[in-house]
């Protein structure tokens, strides 16, 4: 004997985009032990989830830009440390982001980023102190100028 499957009556309501119907969307609340109620300020999840990534993101924003100010300051100062991280062109930022994304989005990328910094360590390494530290402190300090 051939088992019939039990599905809802069809509902005249469905979502545009998952065309799940309410009562299927009760089935499926039902089955997960979970509500049908979506949490968050608004009843779109759609609306929930943009407003989530905006929030995550100013955040994290707000957080990298005060640990860079904090590792600045003991070299440069809080006025000079501030316009070096305001100051960042928007080329570098659009630059370290790509490669920050790069870097998390697969293995072969984070290899290649990652050898990438390393090899640009190891230069580093290989000029006198004085030199690596000169150099870096005339990059930042246009920064600051800018």
Do not use: C, W
């Amino acid at each position: 004997m051939a088992r019939t499957r039990e599905t809802a009556p069809p509902s005249k309501k469905t979502e545009a985009a998952g065309g799940i119907t309410d009562a299927g969307a009760q089935l499926v609340a039902k089955a997960t032990g979970s509500s049908t109620s979506v949490p968050g300020p608004s009843p779109n999840p759609a609306t929930n989830l943009i407003i989530q990534d905006i929030a995550l993101r100013a955040g994290g924003r707000l957080v990298r830009h005060t640990m860079e100010k904090g590792l600045l300051h003991g070299r440069f100062g809080q006025g000079t440390a501030k316009a070096i991280v305001e100051n960042r062109s928007l080329s570098n930022t659009l630059v370290s982001a790509l490669l920050a994304r790069l870097a998390t989005r697969s293995l072969p990328g984070a290899v290649v980023i990652g050898g990438g910094l390393a090899v640009k360590t190891l230069y580093d390494r290989s000029r006198t102190k004085r030199q690596a530290r000169r150099s870096g402190d005339r990059t930042l300090r246009k920064m600051a100028e800018d």
